[in-house]
């Protein structure tokens, strides 16, 4: 049996009518930018993080880039960021006319500590963008008593209220996607939040008197619609994964490669499952014969990759490299059976002679 590396369209099937009807709501409407639809699924997942505002944007890039601004990020300044995450938590920075300062992280949860971001901390560290990579959870508050705001990037997960702010990515694979693109931050800091409405709407409160450069970077009333449908069901989803983490776990695949760990206290929502091996490669080639899915996010880490080379060249991060090196996503999703997860074990088993 073929098993894909998401399964968006199991997941979503039992919604198909509620969805339909969502659109048609909002074609009815007439309304197609900040109106209510936006304005209801700021709150629920502002309510749903634990924290008083949302402002959507037209996606996780620019909700990273706004949110630094609204918390007064600005030239001369450096933000932490991991290097082993997708490249656009760095890009995100110099937009904001800061630098990105990459920091480690420990291999084996994939996330940066506090220890990591101590070592990468200067006099103008300004803020640390804290990357909840892959579902799990990183710790903000031991990040936060070094010192330095704190704005938490969020792949999947009820993370979100830790930190000053946290921004979301609704791309489509995400565990809350969109059908499009989307992004939103989210924050109890009034002050934050007004910063944040203002640069989105091309710095204005009006569209008439312009207060500073800003953006046009919303949420559209559509994409806004579609994720209220979802919303609801996001715990479930979680569970699903967290379930489907547990087939793997009782398959047996902890005795062929290493299993993500999670993050202490944390119950990590799987966004993607990640496993490593010191030969990823025949875990690559079993699986690829066997028809399941599966990918190498970050096989080169941020800091090496060219347009980073003014702040990455030359920085020696050994966590980082061992997890680009070693790490491969194998398929996850709320639907995940055992059967899957029994078929994806004896793959890799195949693949690393231990069948
Ligand atoms: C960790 C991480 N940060 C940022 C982003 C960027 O989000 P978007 O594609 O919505 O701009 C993504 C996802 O694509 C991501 O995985």
Redesign the pocket.
């Known amino acids: 049996m073929a098993v894909t590396l998401f399964d968006t369209a199991a997941t979503l099937a039992p919604l198909r009518d509620q969805l339909r009807a969502a659109i048609d709501g909002v074609l009815d409407s007439e309304r197609f930018i900040l109106g209510p639809q936006v304005a209801s699924f700021e709150q629920e997942l502002a309510a749903y993080c634990g924290a008083a505002y949302g402002v959507g944007v037209a996606?996780?890039?620019?909700a990273?880039t706004i949110a630094l601004r609204a918390m007064g990020v600005g030239p001369g300044d450096e933000v932490i960021v991991p290097s082993f995450?997708?490249y656009?938590?760095a890009e995100a920075i110099p937009p904001t006319g800061a630098s990105p300062a990459f920091c480690d992280i420990d291999p084996h949860t994939y996330c940066m500590t506090a220890e990591t971001v101590r070592a990468a901390l200067t006099p103008r560290t300004k803020a640390v963008v804290v990357?909840h990579?892959f579902g799990n959870v990183a710790p903000v508050a031991e990040i936060e008593a070094l010192g330095v705001p704190v704005l938490e990037?969020s792949?999947g997960g009820r993370a979100g209220a830790l930190g000053r702010a946290a921004t979301f990515?609704?791309?489509p694979s995400k565990n809350l996607g969109c059908f499009g693109?989307g992004?939103m931050i989210v924050t109890s800091d009034e002050q934050v939040a007004e910063q944040a409405r203002i640069l989105r709407f091309h710095g204005s409160r009006d569209k008439v008197d312009y207060e500073q450069l800003g953006y046009n970077s919303r949420l559209d009333e559509l994409q806004a619609a579609i994720m209220r449908v979802q919303l609801p069901h996001l715990q479930t989803w979680a569970d699903g994964r967290r379930e489907a983490g547990r087939h793997y776990e009782q398959a047996g695949l902890g005795e062929l490669v290493g299993l993500p760990g999670p993050t202490a206290g944390a119950e990590p929502a799987w966004h993607l499952y990640v496993v490593s091996h010191p030969e990823p490669q025949r875990l690559e080639a079993a699986l690829g014969a066997a028809g399941i899915g599966y990918k190498a996010y970050y096989r080169t880490p941020v800091h090496r990759q060219a347009p980073m080379a003014e702040w990455g060249a030359g920085l020696e991060l050994p966590g980082t490299e061992l997890a680009a090196a070693r790490h491969l996503a194998i398929p996850m999703s709320p639907v995940l059976s055992r059967a899957q997860a029994d078929e994806v074990v004896a793959a890799i088993a195949r693949g690393i002679g231990k069948a």
Do not use: R
């Not at 996606?59 to 620019?62: E, I, K, R, V």
């Open positions: 996606n996780g890039t620019d990273i995450t997708f656009a938590s990357v990579l990037e792949a990515s609704f791309y693109d992004g």
